[in-house]
């Protein structure tokens, strides 16, 4: 890695940045569709020719094997390249409208699909480069301009990708920043035309209240204050549904914003389901999980200590895992049973290998999903149950991100389809044609004639001719 001096970023250069991006837009050279799709050409040629370079990076920040780093960042962000530039040319196409009866003689409206301009992407720790370089994706369909403020956190993927923009894409098109609070700080104190940011909840209230001020449209993707809630029914295939569960929660540590933060299982099977639990940790990851090295590690000792800390007020109730290496910053998968649905661990947002199961009984699953839609919507909703017809009834009526019935997290890897928040797990979409939507705006554009034109409009409005325009206006809009 470099041992350069960091760069200090001072308010004068990000306004520089924004600056010198502001002019490149205005070049008009970004409004070709040709050219995004050169460009997102391109931005697949950096992930394929430094794959070396994105998977050593990954195994630093957050110790992932390169099956792992391929499959939950550097594989999704090619699939989703690939998806952009097949539909780029359709989506992009200005749509055409009959104007209607009521703009006579009009019969053309089109609608323009326009890029809002120098965008801010703000991108956590947890996925560095997906949650980059997909939402660059994006943002680059749209014929957008790019300044990407990176997590301070996952310093040598930071790094990398710095070096990898700046070499495939000039500065005033695409520019990383890397850095803390204070940066983003200073980015967020400058007028961008459109902001998105991943991140927590708390934060994001405060890239909002800064967005504010410039009325800045922005996108925000977050974890959910209260964590995402998987049920698991007493009819459900316990063996399946806890091989899914373990496998989804080793996956990046627990650091995924649409993981499970705590489990509602119901009583009847409880003690089956944790057995079965327990053996699929043990069968995916051994008997200790904090000494494998294919197992990834937190991301900071302060993540560490989080959760070690959380899973010791628990230590009467672990029933697997609890204890880490706070050298490697590997803390196992801990399941913590019984657990209250009141109490604070399932109240909050973990981020992290600790594994909460609340239990309850069958007949009473009203009152779980009573809970759950009390408070702050969740990113993620998952439930395991053969019962499909209330499956679907309770995906219909709660209100979440997305979710799974007898599945776990890979409805996001779906072609076509949104990834996004509600409320407090925030607000836009994207991937695919949605990120193209998130990333421009519809301009409504009627194109007149300057013959035939009616008076029905002009005034006056009263006299011999007010009873036959009411007439006609009543008619038309029938």
């Known amino acids: 890695m470099s041992t350069e001096a960091p760069m200090v970023y001072t308010a ?33 040629r950096m992930m394929v020719d430094n794959e070396a370079l994105f998977l050593e990076a990954l195994q630093k920040d957050l110790g992932r094997s390169k099956v792992e780093a391929y499959l939950c960042d550097i594989g999704p962000i090619i699939t989703e390249i ?29 609608v323009y699909k326009m890029p809002y301009g120098v965008s801010l992407i703000i991108s956590p720790f947890n996925f560095p480069l997906l949650l980059a370089v997909g939402v660059l ?9 790019a300044v990407i403020k990176t997590s301070s956190k996952t310093v040598a993927c930071t790094e990398v990708l710095k070096k990898c923009i700046s070499e495939y894409f000039p500065e005033e098109y695409i520019t990383v920043i890397d850095g ?26 405060h890239v909002m209240a800064e967005a504010a001020r410039h009325l800045t449209p922005l996108a925000l993707e977050l ?14 295939n316990l063996k399946d549904a806890a091989r899914k ?8 540590a627990g650091q995924i914003c649409i993981n499970i933060n705590q489990i509602a299982v119901a009583q009847e099977v409880a003690d089956e389901f944790l057995n079965e639990l327990k053996a699929e940790f043990t069968r995916q990851i051994g008997e200790h999980p904090e000494e494998n090295a294919e197992y990834p590690h937190l ?22 895992g609890g204890n880490g290496n706070r050298d490697t910053l590997r803390y196992a998968p801990t399941i913590i049973y019984p657990v209250n649905a009141d109490e604070e661990i399932v109240r909050k947002e973990l981020f992290s290998p600790l594994l909460p199961i609340v239990p309850y009984k069958d ?36 209100q979440y991100g997305g979710g799974c019935i007898n599945e776990v997290c890979i409805h996001m890897m779906v072609k076509g389809v949104p990834f996004n928040g509600t409320g407090h797990s925030g607000m836009g979409a994207y991937h695919g044609e949605w990120g193209f939507r998130e990333f421009t705006h519809p301009q409504t554009v009627l194109t007149g004639k300057t013959f035939w034109n009616l008076p029905l409009r002009e005034h006056p409005y009263t006299g011999k001719v007010e009873k036959m325009k009411m007439q006609l206006l009543k008619w038309f809009e029938r």
Not at 246 to 251: P, V
Not at 379 to 389: E, G, N, P, R, S
């Open 223 to 236: 974890g959910g204050e209260t964590g995402n809630w998987c049920v698991v029914r007493k009819d459900a």
């Open 245 to 252: 569960i373990a496998f989804f929660k080793l996956c990046n």
């Open 12 to 44: 004068e250069y990000i306004q520089s940045i924004v600056s010198k991006q502001r002019q490149f837009f205005r070049t008009g050279k970004t409004l070709n569709v040709e050219w995004r799709i050169n460009s997102l050409k391109t931005l697949k």
């Open 299 to 320: 991301v900071s000792t302060s993540a560490y200590d989080n959760s070690a800390q959380t899973a010791e007020q628990y230590r009467s109730r672990i029933l697997f």
């Open 363 to 398: 007949d009473e699953i009203d009152e779980i999903l009573d809970i759950i839609e009390k408070r702050e919507h969740p990113l993620a909703m998952y439930v395991f149950t053969k019962d499909t017809k209330w499956a679907n009834k309770v995906m219909q009526t709660l």
């Open 137 to 145: 994706a994006a943002c680059i369909s749209g014929g957008n301009t």
């Open 82 to 110: 690939n998806e952009t530039i097949r539909g780029l040319r359709r989506w992009a196409r200005p749509e055409r409208h009959f104007s209607g009866i009521m703009c006579f003689p009009s019969v053309t409206t089109m």
């Open 180 to 205: 803390g609070h204070d940066v983003a700080d200073l980015c967020l104190a400058e007028r961008f035309d459109k902001i998105f940011y991943t991140g927590s909840p708390n934060v994001a209230k």
